[in-house]
């Protein structure tokens, strides 16, 4: 989509006027037509008068939700005609969300075609039109862009199917990201995993017939004005191996590599923005098949930090890639600021918290309201859940130093959380935050500006907290 902010007195080319309605009593034209069509000023309501060529589009307030979907639905409706270009008229409302404005008409766009034989190429057009352009609102017209840019390669990533998405192919596409953007990107095989002591990542691909890969993108700003670590589940594919997933749950498990796919598009967007931060980004891409190889419930594993882990369920296998990811990026990387990690971790936190929501946990209280913050004020939906001391007695083991289950069906989402919990070193306890994101990584049914399948999860809100700190 082509975006420009143009005067009221530039010349325009676009077909189409998007109006946005709040009140329809405010309307001075239309108004009785619209009501014959029962348009409602409300959230995802839109009716297109094709021969004034006018869409009226309904929202309710003025915050970053309702301002994304009706743009989104506004450029859905284009969609269904042959018109390529519209504008709106800003008023202060739209002004004040410019962001959910842009980041929303991007979104709300997107369409995953890779597999279709026929595709469209349409490209639209939006003009935005204000009283007098200034260069804030050109600032924001520009970061906007490569965040929305952003989630929808994350999107396009986490939709790839997984016969042609595998460990491989994960480690190449981050090296053509570090390429386009010029950070650097180091990929290890198992080998390296075995050589290191990652033996909890390693036992995990063992029985695919993709080679593993541990991904470390960095981004390194002179100046940095603080050290920022994101480490992502990677699993191109989750049949939960031998303690196999039954038939309809295996079903969207493309999907498990949604936490890389954000690690790796949000350092792609970082180092677009250019923000002054040192930040890793680290990926294990596994894929957990079966076969005659494979590590089995009652194996012991080492992690790299030296802990024994019991593994009673081979399908609670992102947590130990994550555990020596975790270990890895603490051993390679000093002074840590932030150390945060994105999984479709449990199916626990979707029962728990829902759908749309990111679980965010983690021992630093006030970072966890942060992040839950700064996830609110990106557009993406997230809630703390709490650690306590009879959780943690759950993963207990009794012939290993923990176990990667809970003792109990309750909680499951913590218990996992509390699991990592033991791979962060002392030193990095309280610069910590695990975001399960098993919920809205994956769009089963279209929901706001989500068409179904990937929505990019994780993307804007780590660019929003990154963002947050500059302002301290
Ligand atoms: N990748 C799944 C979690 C998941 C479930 C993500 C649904 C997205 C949607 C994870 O590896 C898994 O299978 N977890 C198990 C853990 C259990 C065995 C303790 C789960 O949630 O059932
Ligand atoms: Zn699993
Ligand atoms: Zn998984």
Same mark, same amino acid.
């Given at each position: 989509? !082509?975006?420009?902010?143009?005067?009221k007195? =530039?010349?325009?080319?676009?077909?189409?006027?998007?109006?946005?309605?709040?009140?329809?009593?405010?309307?001075?034209?239309?108004?009785?037509?619209?009501?014959?069509? =029962?348009?409602?000023?409300?959230?995802?309501?839109?009716?297109?008068l094709?021969?004034?060529?006018?869409?009226?589009?309904?929202?309710?307030? &003025?915050?970053?939700?309702?301002?994304?979907?009706?743009?989104?639905?506004?450029?859905?409706?284009?969609?269904?005609?042959?018109?390529?270009?519209? %504008?709106?008229?800003?008023?202060?409302?739209?002004?004040?969300?410019?962001?959910?404005?842009?980041?929303?008409? #991007?979104?709300?766009?997107?369409?995953?075609?890779?597999?279709?034989?026929?595709?469209?190429?349409?490209?639209?057009?939006? =003009?935005?039109?204000?009283?007098?352009?200034?260069?804030?609102?050109?600032?924001?017209?520009?970061?906007?862009?490569?965040?929305?840019?952003?989630?929808? !390669?994350?999107?396009?990533?986490?939709?790839?199917?997984?016969?042609?998405?595998?460990?491989?192919?994960?480690?190449?596409?981050a090296?053509?990201?570090?390429?386009?953007?010029?950070?650097?990107?180091?990929?290890?095989?198992?080998?390296?995993?075995e050589?290191?002591n990652?033996?909890?990542?390693?036992?995990?691909?063992?029985?695919?017939?993709?080679?593993?890969?541990?991904?470390?993108?960095?981004?390194?700003?002179?100046?940095?004005?603080?050290?920022?670590?994101?480490?992502?589940?990677?699993?191109?594919?989750?049949?939960? @191996?031998?303690?196999?997933?039954?038939?309809?749950?295996?079903?969207?498990?493309?999907?498990?590599?949604?936490g890389?796919?954000?690690?790796?598009?949000?350092?792609?967007? #970082?180092?677009?923005?250019?923000?002054?931060?040192?930040?890793?980004g680290?990926?294990?891409?596994?894929?957990?098949m079966? @076969?005659?190889?494979?590590?089995?419930?009652?194996?012991?594993l080492?992690?790299k930090?030296?802990?024994?882990?019991?593994?009673?369920?081979?399908?609670?296998e992102?947590?130990?890639?994550?555990?020596?990811?975790?270990?890895?990026?603490?051993?390679?990387?000093?002074?840590?600021?932030?150390?945060?990690?994105?999984?479709?971790?449990?199916?626990?936190?979707?029962?728990?918290?829902?759908?749309?929501?990111?679980?965010?946990? @983690?021992?630093?209280?006030?970072?966890?309201?942060?992040?839950?913050?700064?996830?609110? %004020?990106?557009?993406?939906?997230?809630?703390?859940?709490?650690?306590?001391?009879?959780?943690?007695?759950?993963?207990?083991?009794?012939?290993?130093?923990?176990?990667?289950?809970?003792?109990?069906?309750?909680g @499951?989402a913590?218990?996992?959380?509390?699991?990592? &919990?033991?791979?962060?070193?002392?030193?990095?306890?309280?610069?910590?935050?695990?975001?399960?994101?098993?919920?809205?990584?994956?769009?089963?049914?279209?929901?706001?500006?989500?068409p179904?399948?990937?929505?990019?999860?994780?993307?804007?809100?780590?660019?929003?907290?990154?963002?947050?700190l500059?302002k301290?």
């Amino acid at each position: 989509m !082509k975006i420009n902010i143009l005067e009221k007195n =530039d010349k325009l080319k676009s077909e189409v006027e998007i109006i946005f309605v709040k009140e329809l009593d405010s309307l001075t034209q239309d108004k009785e037509l619209l009501e014959i069509l =029962d348009f409602k000023a409300k959230d995802e309501a839109c009716v297109l008068l094709a021969e004034s060529k006018k869409i009226y589009v309904g929202y309710e307030k &003025d915050n970053y939700d309702c301002i994304a979907i009706a743009i989104a639905t506004a450029i859905k409706k284009l969609q269904t005609t042959k018109f390529k270009s519209a %504008n709106i008229v800003l008023n202060q409302e739209l002004k004040d969300n410019f962001k959910a404005l842009v980041e929303g008409a #991007i979104l709300g766009e997107y369409k995953f075609t890779d597999y279709k034989s026929e595709k469209e190429k349409r490209k639209i057009e939006l =003009d935005l039109i204000v009283e007098e352009k200034n260069s804030s609102l050109e600032k924001i017209l520009n970061d906007s862009k490569i965040i929305a840019k952003a989630v929808n !390669k994350a999107r396009n990533m986490v939709n790839t199917a997984p016969a042609d998405f595998y460990p491989e192919v994960m480690a190449n596409i981050a090296q053509e990201l570090a390429k386009d953007v010029d950070i650097s990107c180091e990929v290890y095989g198992e080998k390296y995993l075995e050589k290191n002591n990652m033996m909890a990542m390693h036992s995990v691909g063992r029985a695919s017939i993709h080679e593993s890969k541990l991904i470390h993108l960095s981004y390194k700003p002179k100046n940095a004005k603080a050290k920022i670590v994101l480490v992502g589940k990677g699993l191109t594919y989750d049949s939960g @191996g031998l303690s196999l997933k039954p038939a309809d749950f295996m079903v969207t498990m493309k999907a498990d590599k949604s936490g890389g796919c954000a690690v790796l598009s949000t350092m792609w967007a #970082i180092a677009k923005l250019e923000l002054p931060f040192e930040v890793h980004g680290i990926v294990g891409a596994v894929e957990n098949m079966i @076969g005659g190889n494979a590590y089995k419930p009652d194996d012991i594993l080492k992690a790299k930090n030296g802990k024994t882990i019991e593994v009673r369920n081979t399908d609670a296998e992102g947590r130990l890639v994550l555990a020596d990811c975790l270990c890895y990026a603490q051993d390679e990387i000093k002074d840590i600021d932030y150390i945060f990690d994105y999984a479709t971790l449990t199916g626990a936190c979707v029962v728990g918290v829902g759908e749309y929501t990111t679980g965010v946990m @983690g021992n630093n209280e006030i970072l966890k309201k942060e992040a839950v913050v700064s996830a609110l %004020n990106s557009g993406e939906y997230a809630t703390a859940l709490d650690f306590n001391r009879f959780l943690r007695k759950a993963i207990k083991s009794e012939i290993a130093d923990v176990c990667n289950i809970a003792n109990t069906r309750y909680g @499951g989402a913590i218990t996992a959380g509390m699991f990592l &919990d033991n791979f962060i070193y002392e030193e990095n306890k309280n610069k910590w935050i695990h975001f399960d994101i098993a919920g809205p990584a994956f769009v089963e049914k279209a929901w706001g500006y989500n068409p179904h399948g990937a929505s990019g999860t994780g993307v804007r809100f780590t660019v929003e907290f990154l963002r947050g700190l500059l302002k301290d």
